[in-house]
């Protein structure tokens, strides 16, 4: 599974992730391989975190996250075919380096979440948030997800 995706959350189905209402910050899937994700996420202005057009920088650990979510979604829909979202619990922040102290919200950020180790159900991945050559964050996430 390497390539473009044309509109992965629609071809999976929108139930990819568990995520309703503002808590659904990702937007679109780029790009995808076996090991990496490339999405879209956009915080909207009326975010409870969201102030004077702006979200605080560690609201990025969310993003990567929610990226990582989806890297797992779909894998096990490519292996099992099984498209249901499940919970996922972000059990630790191995390490995280905030660039900026902010950043904008409704503006399209890409965010990457890159598989490091995997040992069921925990996954460590590496993550990144910017915008337009600017990169606000980059972290080691550990992940639980239920098999």
Excluded: K, N, W
């Excluded at 996420?41 to 993003?63: D, M, T």
């Excluded at 979604?73 to 099992?80: G, K």
């Amino acid at each position: 599974m390497t390539g473009a995706v044309a509109d992965p959350l629609h071809a999976v189905g929108p139930d990819l992730l568990p995520h309703r209402g503002p808590a659904r910050l990702l937007t679109e899937i780029v790009r995808s391989g076996g090991d990496f994700v490339e999405a879209i996420c956009q915080v909207p202005a009326a975010h409870p975190l969201a102030s004077g057009g702006r979200a605080p920088c560690f609201l990025g650990l969310e993003l990567g996250a929610q990226a990582a979510a989806v890297l797992e979604a779909l894998d096990r829909a490519t292996a099992t075919g099984d498209h249901a979202p499940r919970v996922g619990y972000l059990v630790r922040v191995r390490e995280a380096t905030f660039l900026q102290p902010d950043f904008p919200v409704d503006t399209p950020l890409f965010v990457t979440a890159r598989l490091e180790r995997a040992s069921p159900p925990l996954g460590t991945f590496r993550i990144s948030v910017g915008v337009d050559g600017i990169e606000f964050l980059q972290a080691t996430l550990v992940t639980y997800g239920r098999t």
